[in-house]
Nanobody, 122 residues
Framework: QGQLVESGGGLVQAGGSLRLSCAAS????????MAWFRQAPGKEREFVAT????????YYADSMKGRFTISRDNAKNTVYLQMNSLKPEDTAVYYC???????????????WGKGTLVTVSS
């Protein structure tokens, strides 16, 4: 049974940076497409970024382009999300997810982490 565990969340001032990590265990995820989602208070969970299993292709939600970078290290079974130029509206619980498919919506994910809270103060 696979497991995803996020870390790296915390409190940061607007304009600051954070690096989230997602450690995968229990099975190999090297053939899974990995993704980050986030859910702000009172809002639906939304897609943030994804990286293909090979690590060669990435895709971002429009509001994250140029600020966030997703990467993965298959040897370490870990996925990262580097977040720069953070804004108060980036405040949310950030979730790591994995899927064998290419559809990037919540229903398409096969595995989920429990999330890590990111709070951006103004």
């Amino acid at each position: 049974q696979g497991q995803l565990v996020e870390s790296g969340g915390g409190l940061v001032q607007a304009g600051g940076s954070l690096r989230l990590s997602c450690a995968a265990s229990g099975r190999t995820f090297s053939n899974y497409n990995m993704a980050w989602f986030r859910q702000a208070p009172g809002k639906e969970r939304e897609f943030v970024a994804t990286i293909r299993w090979s690590g060669g292709s990435t895709y971002y939600a429009d509001s994250m382009k140029g600020r966030f970078t997703i990467s993965r290290d298959n040897a370490k079974n870990t996925v990262y999300l580097q977040m720069n130029s953070l804004k108060p509206e980036d405040t949310a619980v950030y979730y790591c997810a994995a899927t064998l498919g290419t559809a990037m919506n919540s229903y398409a994910m096969h595995y989920w982490g429990k999330g890590t809270l990111v709070t951006v103060s103004s």
